[in-house]
């Protein structure tokens, strides 16, 4: 079976940095679009951060989140600074079976996706 698991997230004060991770098992993901999702509580799941060949962010995280990836450990990474309350959330990384889409930000392109690991930033 294809399993996502995320892991770095925590507590942390607004200005401060996390860096979260997503290692897949079970099928290779390098020709794959492999994204980040986040949802709080009473809204619904929104894009945070895509990558294939290129990257791509919502308007709310660029300049301040990066994501990568290495194939060789078939992870992917998301780097957050100057992180603000309102990026308090659960974010779930996702891999896709297609390796580019017009519509890499939207959650049904998605197939495989991670338990959530949330991510709490304080006033």
């Known amino acids: 079976q294809v399993r996502l698991v995320e892991s770095g997230g925590g507590l942390v004060q607004a200005g401060g940095s996390l860096r979260l991770s997503c290692a897949a098992s079970?099928?290779?993901?390098?020709?794959?679009?492999r994204g980040w999702f986040r949802q709080a509580p009473g809204k619904e799941r929104e894009f945070v951060a895509a990558?294939?060949?290129?990257?791509y962010y919502a308007d709310s995280v660029k300049g301040r989140f990066t994501i990568s990836r290495d194939n060789a450990k078939n992870t992917v990474y998301l780097q957050m600074n100057s992180l603000k309350p309102e990026d308090t959330a659960v974010y779930y990384c996702?891999?896709?079976?297609?390796?580019?889409?017009?519509?890499?930000?939207?959650?049904?392109?998605?197939?495989?996706w991670g338990q959530g690991t949330q991510v709490t930033v304080s006033s």
């Open positions: 079970g099928r290779t993901f390098s020709n794959n679009l």
């Open positions: 990558i294939n060949w290129s990257t």
């Open positions: 996702a891999a896709s079976l297609f390796g580019a889409s017009n519509t890499y930000y939207v959650t049904t392109l998605y197939n495989y």
